[in-house]
């Protein structure tokens, strides 16, 4: 559970009375033999030749096409061959705000726990009938009912036509990084052809993602738009992906579970969990840690679509609009710069821009880069894994912040206006991993202020702030939990993505 601020959190570690520490289940590894040999053997001589090769038991097979019995169907995007455009929009809004109807309450009250939630197990065995052999009572979706692998609510859909701008975005981009840059551009920060040919794949995936949400919304899914790029080079280029990925990721984990077709939930689960795999690469491509926390954190919808819209110019005419909020944007102005051997000595605003996830500039001096050192717990190269001698971030760290007025005009056609229900801010809340942390937040001008990075962990010796992760501006600390954070917004002033680790 979530701690109300560090002060609390202080004095409830100092007022607990030590609690025994659970044994260890299993014994350690003392004197650990193995029956196998522990050293690697010499090295044989290395192959040269690579063909011919045995032939093995095969028939001739080939996947059904076109109008063939079984064959796949075709994707909602083809892979692009040509020219897209990109930058920012400069007309005027057809259309402006979220999408609404009329509201029954102005927020959602607290309740008690539900009446039925009351299952407990205390002896390990079986408390109900079983319906089947081999079929234990209980489960949704289990007394076979067929499926139906369509939105069941507006909820659904709203989470899901989210989730397919967010794979938009993604198709374009990883397929825009591999056209604006060349081959030489990568090779300079240690990416190889092979590398590139990965992130190609990313946005194959991505092309399938897209057509998976497009069916399971129907007719009005909303389709691809034109977009703004934050970076100028190739190291910029993998951050921003890095930080895309880890809130398109966060924003499924957040709303996955609350999804009334579990149908449209089982599918979505398996696409997120290729976009995990493709988070982690962007880390290993930048030379950070590859999953330096041990539980992915998630957010909710109107955090992504915060995080997503400013990225977005412009939709094409008729485009599905959605329904969550834009809040304010939160700027780090001691954002943690990866391409530093030294993230103590990031400058001012060292990021390309003012959007909230703008990448860490990449364009520093080489005396001050880590991207070509090989020296261990110093070098950002990229690898799949490594320490850092200066961790990008550490508990206590003071931070600095400004954020927006609410009111500014973002995302497609500039046709959304960010937005905030909250009073003057007075919270920093931390969302990692388990965690809902927060800290108080000194305001020092009409929207300027500061905090320290909290200590606490998850369970003893994970530090709950690590990773790519998110911090708002909040006017209270309510006590939430993963499964109800969405009940934040109304208390939520400004938005922002942080470079723990
Ligand atoms: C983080 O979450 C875990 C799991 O809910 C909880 O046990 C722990 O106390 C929390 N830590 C902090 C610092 O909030
Ligand atoms: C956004 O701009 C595009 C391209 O100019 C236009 O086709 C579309 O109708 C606009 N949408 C809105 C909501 O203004
Ligand atoms: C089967 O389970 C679903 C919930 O998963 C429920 O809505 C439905 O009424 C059940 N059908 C039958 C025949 O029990
Ligand atoms: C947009 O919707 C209007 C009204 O339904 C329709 O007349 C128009 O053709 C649509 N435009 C596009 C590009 O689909
Ligand atoms: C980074 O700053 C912290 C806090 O001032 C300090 O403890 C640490 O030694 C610094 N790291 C280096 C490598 O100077
Ligand atoms: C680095 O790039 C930023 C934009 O991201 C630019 O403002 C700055 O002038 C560049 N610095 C150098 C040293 O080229
Ligand atoms: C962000 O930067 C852009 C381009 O430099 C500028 O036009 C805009 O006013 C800035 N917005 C804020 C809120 O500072
Ligand atoms: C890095 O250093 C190690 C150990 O000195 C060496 O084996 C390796 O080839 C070096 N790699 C590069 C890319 O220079
Ligand atoms: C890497 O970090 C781990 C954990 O902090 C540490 O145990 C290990 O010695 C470090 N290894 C190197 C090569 O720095
Ligand atoms: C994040 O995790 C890495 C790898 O375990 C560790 O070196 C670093 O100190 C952690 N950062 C924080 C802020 O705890
Ligand atoms: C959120 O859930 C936790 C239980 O996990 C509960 O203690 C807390 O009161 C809930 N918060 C609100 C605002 O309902």
Redesign the pocket.
């Known amino acids: 559970m979530s701690l109300r601020h560090l002060i609390t959190s202080v004095c409830l570690a100092g007022l607990a009375a030590a609690a025994p520490a659970p044994k260890a289940q299993v014994p350690g590894y003392v004197d650990a033999s193995a029956g196998f040999p522990q050293t690697p053997s010499p090295l044989g001589s290395l192959a040269t030749v690579f063909g011919p090769d045995s032939t093995v038991a095969a028939i001739a097979t080939s996947p059904p096409k076109g109008t063939e019995s079984g064959a796949a169907p075709p994707r909602v995007s083809s892979d692009p061959t040509g020219h897209t455009s990109h930058g920012p929009f400069s007309g005027t809004a057809t259309t402006t705000g979220a999408v609404t109807r009329a509201f029954l309450a102005s927020s959602i009250p607290a309740l008690p726990p539900n009446p039925t939630a009351t299952y407990y197990n205390t002896d390990g065995y079986l408390q109900h009938d079983e319906p089947a052999p081999y079929t234990p009572a209980g489960g949704l979706g289990t007394n076979g009912t067929e499926p139906r692998y369509m939105v069941e609510s507006d909820f659904d859909f709203e989470s899901i036509a989210l989730g397919l701008y967010q794979e938009w975005i993604e198709l374009d981009l990883f397929n825009n990084g591999l056209a604006v840059f060349s081959a030489e551009d990568f090779a300079a920060v240690g990416l190889t052809a092979e590398d590139r040919a990965l992130i190609a794949f990313m946005a194959q995936q991505e092309s399938g993602h897209a057509t998976l949400l497009t069916n399971m919304l129907g007719p009005k899914a909303p389709v691809q738009c034109t977009y703004n790029y934050p970076f100028t080079n190739v190291r910029e280029f993998i951050d921003f992906n890095q930080k895309l990925t880890r809130w398109g990721e966060s924003g499924v984990w957040g709303f996955i579970n609350h999804l009334d077709s579990r149908e449209v939930g089982q599918l979505l689960s398996q696409s997120i969990a290729t976009e995990a795999r493709q988070q982690m690469s962007f880390r290993q491509m930048l030379g950070l840690h590859p999953m330096p926390v041990w539980f992915e954190t998630g957010i909710p919808q109107s955090w992504s679509w915060t995080y997503l819209a400013p990225y977005i110019s412009s939709c094409p005419e008729n485009q599905t609009r959605l329904a969550w909020q834009n809040f304010p944007a939160l700027h780090i102005l001691n954002q943690p710069n990866p391409n530093r051997f030294s993230p103590n000595d990031t400058a001012w605003a060292e990021v390309t821009g003012n959007r909230t996830s703008d990448p860490s500039q990449a364009n520093i001096t080489e005396s001050a880069s880590c991207v070509h050192l090989n020296t261990?717990?110093y070098g950002c190269g990229p690898g799949i894994s490594h320490?850092r001698?200066e961790p990008l971030s550490f508990a206590g760290k003071k931070i600095y912040f400004a954020w927006d007025a609410p009111g500014q005009a973002v995302g497609p056609n500039n046709s959304y206006t960010t937005s905030t229900s909250a009073g003057a801010p007075t919270f920093v809340a931390w969302v990692s991993q388990l965690n809902l942390t927060y800290t108080p937040l000194t305001v020092t001008g009409e929207s300027s202020g500061f905090t320290y990075q909290p200590a606490g962990e998850v369970y003893e010796g994970d530090p709950a702030v690590n990773g790519t992760m998110f911090v708002a501006l909040t006017d209270t600390d309510l006590f939430l939990t993963p499964f109800n954070l969405s009940m934040i917004n109304p208390h939520v002033a400004a938005l922002g993505v942080y470079q723990a680790g």
């Open positions: 261990t717990g320490n001698s």
